[in-house]
């Protein structure tokens, strides 16, 4: 788990969560809709308008009213406070309505821009972030941001509003009283402010250690079938509940802070209202105030402390807010390493396919001191088919993730048709690639979709034709809805060669100029396999391929084959040459069908 990590996270962010700054992230999503924050103003001020003007109809009335005895204008005072009351019922679902239709609004373009942004991301980031993590973010933190937005900062806005307008109306109700509350104010928003910054640090380390036991989570269910293979459900629970204590502790913390935040407030403020009270409780009988006078100035002190006391409350909300919308700008703040230039050149059309690797030198970034490629250089001719093998870790999947600009090398260049990749839109550059990789990829969609998925606007015909193609169209054929036939999440429903299959169908519908295979007839039988190959002998037609093999049966008419060794090219040339010149290729050639020609001997057996 990565409850050290998170610490440290809190402890190096600790300076920049002094205060609700990371909100102001927001004001250019609430920007986009002036239509429903001008509607939600409208009715908060309104609102704040109808409960302010209670407290002088209620001195009227005691000063009036009562001592006059007049029936008709305590009526009318009665009928004016129903009127006030619907005015206020009015404008409470008016600042509902418009509030949380803003804060729905507001989310749900935060969070398409997040993801949107995320996708687009460098593969280099999602090395040492965890996908869980992410997604947390995306719903808790979202969740969060959405109620500040919303009923948070409405009912932050509202009390905002009441309680300067009831210091105001104080002041003018009776000066020598509103000094002892005016006095009061910074002795109790002073610790509202110190103890507020302890309840966004909190806040946000709760929020962290959750996405930490989020992230654990997701990571296990999806590989519960491996999880029950090995039968690690004892030990994988008590490593997700260790990490949920976590984040409850965590979240208990943030718990008291705000607790004892809310009681100091709340104290002090009403201590004050009590003060004011005795104070005017012996200016009225002096006479010097009346009592409608002290009772309108009490309630204009009940309506500040109210206001006052929830937001003690309303500002522990905001601060946890703050920290989640923190962390989602910090999802937006990513720049990828990966990036199309200001004027990118624009790739051949027709193209051609040529590829070449000159010079290549790289190391990924989680293991700079360790290079994956020294110095490789080759070229690959438009419709050639080259196949690239070697020991695991040799470098060969390096060469894919290069190609594809995944990453960018450290020297050297990659030159597609002429392009360097660098100088190209990444984007045009894998639009004339197609890849089959070895861990195939199954969407949690139909068959249809996850074979159209390069291309999503592809016909039904031009579908099953790819599916005819990879050997596909008969199985999924078969399936209860045909093409449309949910496979599960990550293809759950289908076997490991029938997923295969699909990403070649995915591949072949492409029909892109340059086609990567990582083992593309890895996870097939026999039969299929060599039926496949067929197909991938059609497919690679007229196409520049490069092909990864750990099994060199797949590679016997490959035009030329790159031995790799520790990210170098050692040896180069076709099949029987290289079985010839008795090198390393002749070696490894010599270990696998020995073993496979042992194995059919025993089967036979």
């Known amino acids: 788990m990565a409850g050290s990590d998170t610490a440290s996270r809190a402890a190096e ?6 205060s609700l700054k990371p909100l102001r992230r927001l004001v250019p999503y609430v920007a986009r809709y002036r239509g429903l924050a001008f509607g939600a103003g409208v009715f908060l001020v309104m609102a704040a308008i109808a409960t302010l ?18 029936s008709v204008f305590i009526a009318n005072y009665f009928s004016m406070l129903i009127v006030i009351a619907a005015v206020l019922a009015l404008a409470s679902a008016g600042r509902y309505f418009f509030v949380i239709t803003l804060g729905e609004r507001v989310v749900a373009d935060l969070r398409r821009d997040v993801f949107a942004h ?22 808790a933190d979202a969740t969060q941001v959405k109620s500040a937005v919303g009923a948070t900062a409405s009912v932050a806005l509202r009390n905002l509003i009441m309680g300067l307008g009831a210091v105001g109306m104080m002041v003018v109700t009776s000066p020598r009283l509103s000094l002892i509350v005016v006095a009061a104010i910074p002795v109790i928003v002073l610790p509202l402010v110190a103890f507020g910054r302890s309840v966004r640090r909190r806040s946000r380390f709760a929020q962290d250690t959750l996405a930490d036991a989020t992230a654990y989570a997701s990571e296990q269910i999806g590989a519960v079938r491996t999880l029950q293979a090995f039968t690690g459900e004892n030990a994988v629970t008590k490593a997700f509940a260790g990490a949920i204590e976590t984040a409850f502790a965590a979240a208990r913390a943030s718990i008291l802070a705000r607790s004892f935040l809310t009681f100091f407030a709340i104290f002090l403020t009403f201590a004050s209202v009590v003060a004011v009270l005795w104070f005017g409780s012996r200016d009225v009988l002096s006479g010097a105030m009346t009592p409608g006078t002290l009772g309108q100035f009490l309630l204009y002190s009940v309506l500040a402390a109210g206001a006052l006391g929830a937001l003690s409350e309303v500002w522990g909300e905001l601060s946890q807010a703050a920290g989640a919308a923190e962390r989602m700008s910090e999802l937006l703040a990513e720049t990828p390493a990966i990036v199309a230039p200001a004027r990118p050149v624009a790739l051949l059309e027709p193209a051609r396919g040529a590829v070449t690797f000159d ?12 290079s994956a490629l020294h110095g490789l250089s080759f070229t690959v001719e438009p419709g050639e088919t080259v196949a690239i093998v070697g020991a695991s870790g040799a470098g060969k999947t390096t060469v894919f993730s290069l190609l594809l600009r995944y990453y960018d090398p450290d020297t050297g260049r990659i030159l597609v048709d002429g392009v360097d990749a660098r100088d190209a839109d990444p984007q045009a550059l894998r639009a004339h690639m197609a890849i089959v990789p070895q861990d195939v990829t199954i969407f949690a969609a139909t068959a249809a979709e996850n074979i159209a998925f390069g291309r999503p606007d592809a016909s039904r015909a031009e579908i099953e034709a790819a599916a005819r193609a990879a050997l596909a169209h008969d199985f999924i054929s078969e399936m209860a809805q045909g093409y449309d036939t949910e496979v599960g999440e990550r293809g759950v429903t289908l076997s490991g060669g029938q997923r295969q299959r699909v990403a070649i169908a995915r591949a072949i519908l492409r029909d892109a100029p340059i086609l990567l295979l990582d083992e593309a007839t890895s996870a097939l039988d026999s039969q299929s396999e060599t039926l496949v190959q067929k197909a991938l002998e059609h497919l690679m037609r007229d196409r520049t391929t490069v092909v990864i093999a750990h099994r060199l049966a797949t590679v016997l008419k490959a035009d030329r084959i790159l031995v790799m060794d520790d990210g170098r090219i050692v040896e180069e040339g076709t099949h029987a040459a290289l079985v010839a010149k008795g090198g390393a290729y002749a070696k490894l050639a010599s270990l696998q069908f020995e073993a496979g020609a042992n194995a059919f001997g025993d089967a036979a057996e």
Not at 57 to 66: N, S
């Open 118 to 139: 995320v996708t687009r991301l460098s593969p280099a980031f999602f090395d040492t972030v965890q996908s869980g993590e992410i997604v947390s973010r995306l719903s």
């Open 53 to 70: 003007t209670l407290p002088l109809a209620v001195r009227r009335m005691i000063d009036h009213g009562f001592s006059e005895s007049d």
């Open 359 to 370: 010079a290549v030198s790289f190391a990924y970034p989680t293991r700079p001191e360790r």
């Open 13 to 18: 962010a600790t300076a920049r969560r002094r």
